[in-house]
């Protein structure tokens, strides 16, 4: 906790809290953006590195046992090996780690490039007690708007068919299309959507 804690000072109070990511925003924001939730609360959110292993390690160690098994297909998942994974950058992998107010982490989207380089996996994670605030759609909006900048236009994502809330997300922010495939809906979406669900998420 306290690790996580130093790494991630939260911003100084007087930056400006973004509603939703801009469409001039940096395509690597390595520099923390403050992004504001639909409660007011504020959160912390820059580009992922391999140094926020230990980071990711305590929001997948805080996730419960639900939010665990929906988010790997299992509760017993080797979460010190998921932190490894997930902290994991290359040219085809891009993440954003987003921090509370206290430097807690909160929040995690990452995307993945395809074998078709024009289409990538995308994956989010959320603090149990941030769900429902419009975290995980920012993180999705934000990274859709780095994976368009490089020449990524599709999004794709399994789901499993009981995880309605992830599902909503998708389709509810960014029209995805999702069909069932050996019972696991597979979802994809343009990543060009980000800029509807900005319009959808601003208008709550």
């Known amino acids: 906790m306290s690790a996580a804690h130093a790494s991630e000072p939260f911003p100084s109070a007087c930056a400006p809290a973004e509603p939703f990511p801009s469409a001039c ?5 390595s520099r923390p953006r403050v992004l504001r939730l639909r409660d007011g ?16 390690g305590v929001l997948l160690k805080g996730l419960g046992e639900e939010a665990r098994r ?30 509370d107010e206290t430097g807690l982490p909160v929040g995690h989207a990452l995307y ?7 289409r990538a996996e995308v994956a989010v994670e959320v603090a149990d007690h ?19 900048r490089h020449g990524i236009t599709r999004f ?34 343009p990543t060009a959507a980000w800029r509807l669900a900005g319009e959808r998420f601003g208008a709550h």
């Open 156 to 189: 794709v994502a399994e789901v499993l068919p009981e995880n309605h809330a992830m599902l909503a997300v998708f389709r509810d922010g960014f029209d995805a299309r999702c069909a069932v495939r050996d019972g696991v809906e597979m979802v994809e979406f």
């Open 70 to 99: 929906l988010r790997f297909f299992t509760a017993a998942v080797d979460l010190s090996g998921a932190a490894h994974h997930v902290a994991s950058t290359d040219a085809g992998r891009f993440g954003l780690v987003a921090h």
């Open 25 to 29: 925003a940096p395509a690597e924001p």
């Open 41 to 56: 609360s504020r959160v912390s959110v820059r580009a992922a590195s391999a140094a926020d292993e230990p980071a990711l």
């Open 112 to 118: 993945a490039r395809l074998a078709e380089p024009t």
């Open 130 to 148: 941030l769900h429902g605030r419009g975290l995980g759609t920012q993180l999705i909006a934000a990274l859709a708007t780095v994976a368009e």
